[in-house]
């Protein structure tokens, strides 16, 4: 059975930091390229970082500079680190892992459930 649980959202401050973290199992983890996505209330989803399985990175220019993502293989997990933190960054983070046949299609589609983040003084 493959599931994504993510952890580390909350309350942050403006300014501050969090890490999410995302677990995967029920799948072969080094095959897997990730995204990282966040829907803030009222609007669509946002793509905000991406993994691929070799580690790169890639950011939206909304966070770029100040999110970083990162894999730890020998847990299975990705991670978002948000520094900087705004009150615009206030979303629900959802982690989403699939494998990329090719430019453009994916396949083998996983998404977690969704991790809130308040930021607020």
């Known amino acids: 059975q493959v599931q994504l649980v993510e952890s580390g959202g909350g309350l942050g401050q403006p300014g501050g930091s969090l890490r999410l973290s995302c677990a995967a199992s029920g799948i072969i983890f080094g095959l897997y390229d990730m995204a990282w996505y966040r829907q803030a209330p009222g609007k669509g989803r946002e793509l905000v970082a991406t993994?691929?399985?070799?580690?790169?990175?890639n950011y939206a220019h909304s966070v770029k500079g100040r999110f970083t993502g990162s894999r730890d293989s020998a847990k299975n997990t990705w991670y978002l680190q948000m520094n900087n933190l705004k009150a615009e960054d206030t979303a629900v983070y959802y982690c989403?892992?699939?494998?990329?046949?090719?430019?453009?299609?994916?396949?083998?589609?996983?998404w977690g459930l969704g991790t809130q983040v308040t930021v607020s003084s």
């Open positions: 993994i691929t399985s070799g580690g790169a990175t």
């Open positions: 989403h892992a699939y494998r990329s046949l090719t430019e453009g299609i994916r396949t083998n589609l996983y």
